[in-house]
């Protein structure tokens, strides 16, 4: 039987464009992950549940286009502090492995204290939601800051967040008064495409969400947008460009010593802006001042 060909690079940027997409905001719940010192205010994440991938994945390659795998393990006798209380209790560990056919498969690790209950299920969702972030699925969610608000005795948010403008899908109406749509211009969409290389996917993504409101260059609302998120690529490419000069003028070596503290390959992979910042600004003051 002959191998299924892969998706063509075509194929594969539509496939991770729609992956990326946020979902629905009703799709989006809050979890109160700490409260404050008299119990009347709480910091809450967002986050969806495992349904809400597995719909996605169902309705771009259908159920049987993909594939996920658990391993378990477990770790005795960890001790952990409940109420003020040492308790000795254990850990469950799940690594998942989701493949999808024709186009590769990522793994992700998930891990509950082995009191709590559903402590297995939990650890299975944590390890299948990060599986899926490697594919882009679900990862915007990461990159929304923690919000404080108003909880009840039980714990419940009295009144839940809104989700910022670029973590809503392309088909939601936007409310009255928030960032509206508008007019853009192909032309800047495609020299903004061009920096994704040049700046890593992680710089790049990051000047889409904050400049852009968006995930994708092709869904900034307006051109003005368009024009603020192009500034920041053209500014963030003279940062590279100094980084280079930098590395030429004497600074090879360091350059490399700091990748390797930060545990990465090459500066394409720095993670953020404040992540070049700290590589230039540390490189500036190892050289000689007439350096670059």
Known sequence: MPTPR????EEQRRLFALLETPFSPSEVKWRVVLRGQKGRRGKVLPYADPRA???RLNQLFTPSGWSRAYNLAAVPNVVRRIDGREVVTGK???NCVLTIHRLGSHT???????DSSMAVTSAEAQAFKRASSCFGLGRYLYRISERWVDIDRRGTPKRLPALPLWALPPDVVMEHGTEPR??????LTGKIEVFRKQLGVGIYTEILSRAGFSHDAHLIPNANRQKDALKWMEAAARGYGRLRRLSSDGGAEHLDALLQHLRLAT???LPSLDALRFVVDT???????NAA
Do not use: R
């Not at 992700?108 to 082995?114: F, P, V």
């Not at 490189?283 to 001042?289: I, W, Y």
């Open 92 to 94: 469950v560990l799940v």
């Open 53 to 55: 991938y597995m719909d």
């Open 108 to 114: 992700g690790n998930g891990e509950e204290w082995a």
């Open 283 to 289: 490189l500036e003051s190892v050289l000689p001042q």
């Open 6 to 9: 892969k998706f063509s690079a």
């Open 267 to 269: 500066v394409q992979e």
């Open 182 to 187: 508008g007019p853009i211009d192909p032309k």
